[in-house]
């Protein structure tokens, strides 16, 4: 072998040990979510783990539930985390989904300006609170969206015999998420449903909304109609060719996983003095007494 080949065979050598030790381009899963698990900072908190510990970027859309489960019947998410219960049977019994895994859950709570004009305070249920606020005339900002807090907020006025729409000069029906939604009652004086996660981590900015229903802690809510479950439902990938089915399944696995979920648990104690969520899987609730 003369010198020139020997030099080829070095620079061959070494062109391939450089691209073995080039790392992959790195995964992205696509998260469709909603804006409560986004607005309350749960992701910030938790996802970095996840991306760490599998080399992969997650980009996240945080929309309405209904906003998120059209992501993924186009295809366009690989694992949806929502919150309505109906909405996402029903994506999974039409094939767009895969299956229902429960993460967690949270509660809703009615707020609302310190002068209280519908005497909502100290009442236990939430459509009684709402047949008062209707009563009054007192302004109501409802999200307007296909959120899973707006289909909670209709069925809560559905119970109270009542079916408001922007007709009602009192009821303002907005077209925006939970953060959104809570500034604008903020400044208009109104009254809104939240999530409690979102609105404890909003709170500092909100210095006219008063928690009226759903008590201090969820440990205090009366009303079970209030309760706020979670679940998460990777995509089905027949039909859709870029569904990442596979690093889905990874991170449904992860998120569900006790290691997971026991930062879920502890999630706002330390700023809020109670966690925003509550963790509530199946490996989860098999450790609990």
């Not at 709402?130 to 807090?149: E, H, K």
């Not at 109609?225 to 679940?231: G, K, V």
């Not at 109670?274 to 609730?285: A, K």
Request: aromatic letters at 8%; one cysteine or more; charged letters at 20%.
């Amino acid at each position: 072998m003369n010198k020139s080949q020997v030099r080829g065979v070095l620079l061959c050598t070494v062109g391939l040990l450089l691209a073995s030790c080039a790392a992959p381009e790195g995964q992205v899963l696509r998260l469709a979510t909603t804006t409560s698990t986004y607005d309350s900072g749960l992701l910030n908190d938790i996802l970095p783990a996840f991306e760490a510990e599998y080399g992969v970027r997650v980009d996240v859309v945080a929309v309405g539930t209904g906003q998120a489960l059209a992501l993924g019947r186009r295809g366009d998410a690989d694992v949806i985390l929502v919150h309505a219960a109906s909405k996402e049977q029903a994506f999974v019994e039409e094939g767009y989904g895969l299956a229902r895994f429960p993460v967690m859950f949270n509660d809703f709570i009615l707020v609302g300006p310190p002068e209280d004009p519908a005497k909502i305070g100290g009442v236990e249920q939430a459509a009684e609170a709402l047949a008062r606020i209707a009563a009054a005339a007192a302004p109501f900002a409802s999200r307007g969206d296909d959120s899973g807090t707006y289909a909670r907020e209709r069925a809560l006025w559905q119970a109270a015999g009542l079916q408001p729409d922007s007709e009602a000069g009192w009821y303002l029906s907005l077209g925006q998420g939970m953060a959104a939604t809570l500034q604008f009652a903020d400044e208009a004086g109104a009254y809104t449903l939240t999530d409690r996660g979102t609105f404890m981590a909003q709170r500092a900015q909100l210095e006219h909304l008063e928690l009226m229903v759903g008590g201090g802690s969820i440990s205090e809510n009366a009303d079970r109609a209030l309760m706020n479950p979670y679940s998460v439902i990777p995509v089905n990938p027949a039909g859709n060719g870029g569904v990442q089915a596979d690093l889905a399944q990874k991170f449904i696995d992860w998120l569900l996983s006790l290691d997971t979920q026991k930062r879920i648990a502890v999630f706002g104690i330390d700023q809020f003095g109670q966690p925003l969520f509550f963790p509530d899987s199946e490996r989860w609730r098999s450790t609990r007494p």
